[in-house]
């Protein structure tokens, strides 16, 4: 967390030895004179509001950030507003309940937080210490994050015992800027935004049907059939009766309707109707025979995996290292290769020959 990452600085200078923590506050807060600009006490005060402003965005509390720097409530609300004096700008409405960000506030937060990593980052190199750490905050679908990340979050906690994970699972779209977030995994299309975006993957998709659905109602031969079936609906997406098959979308209907991806690949095992999914939710199924990968010579498109992040000319040292991890983790998993579907259906036949 923060106060183990930032409570800690020490400013060393020469005209600051021997200053208690109290003058140090007094000196931050004291009101900013034009000949003190230069001051290296006037540089490290700053720092001090910065901290101040950064954890209060991130913690929501005055109070909780006064605790996490050990300078008292009223300190951090005068600091905060030194910050806001000196750069001629309000960062945060202020209510009795709560703190947001105004738009300079959001611009200001970034730079800021990565500013302070990069301060944590060069004493842990000067300490020797090389290892990422604090918190990373990440955000993807649920089944994404399921399947696809979770796996690789224990073995970087066990490598990096100072580093700490949240993992935020949601089919809701997440401004990551605005909600704090390092970075996101992102299956489909990409809003046009400032994010930094990295393709890590593809997720080829299909649609499917569980073997007892298809013993009572049959298997569609082409897309157009699908009008006749009961299709599970995606009412997340503002087009989840569309379904865009390389050779035109379909309108589908059905009687059953979801909001979760996860939910609708439960759905189709319980012989619901036919859904639209990624292929490699369902490779255990497929491999077991309980469910049938429909309309082999009618395919989809592939959805693209991208990680995304804010743009930052210093990524902290725990962002790169999940990077790096997930594209390397991707890149060796075949389910989000292209060609995993016609390797997958292949196998499958093959196995049926052998028996």
Known sequence: MWNSRFSSFTFDHPCEKGMT?????????????????GDVVR??????????????????????????????QPNVSRH?????????????HRT????????EGERYYMEARRALDTIDEAESVARGEDAPRGLLRVSCSMVVGLLHVQ????????????????????DEYVDLIAERFDLAVRVGTLKSSLLVARQVGVSERAVFASTEYLERHGEP????????????????????????????????????????QQAIVSAVRQGFGIGL??????????????????????????AEVHLVYPERRLLAKRTRIFIETVD???AGNASLQPGYLDGLRKALESGSHDR
């Open 21 to 37: 923590n109290r003058q140090m506050n007094e000196q931050a807060a004291a009101p900013v004179r034009p000949d003190q600009k």
């Open 328 to 330: 390397t983790a991707f």
């Open 43 to 72: 540089q490290a005060g700053k720092l001090l509001w910065m901290q101040c402003f950064v954890r209060a965005v991130e913690t929501g509390s005055f109070s909780a950030t006064a605790r996490e720097l050990g300078i008292g």
């Open 151 to 170: 796996p690789l979050i224990a073995p970087l906690l066990t490598r990096y015992p100072q580093l700490e994970v949240e993992l935020h699972l949601s």
């Open 96 to 103: 009795t309940r709560k703190l947001s960000l105004t738009i």
């Open 277 to 302: 999914a990624p292929v490699w939710v369902f490779e255990e199924d497929l491999r077991a025979g309980r469910v049938k990968a429909l309309l082999p010579r009618h395919p989809l498109p592939a």
């Open 80 to 92: 905060i507003g030194s910050l806001e004096s000196h750069l001629a700008a309000r960062l945060l």
């Open 221 to 260: 031969a082409t897309p157009r059939d699908l009008m006749q079936h009961d299709c599970i609906l995606n009412t997340r997406l503002p087009n989840g009766g569309h379904w865009p098959f390389v050779c035109g979308d379909i309108t589908v209907q059905g009687r059953y309707r979801l909001n979760n």
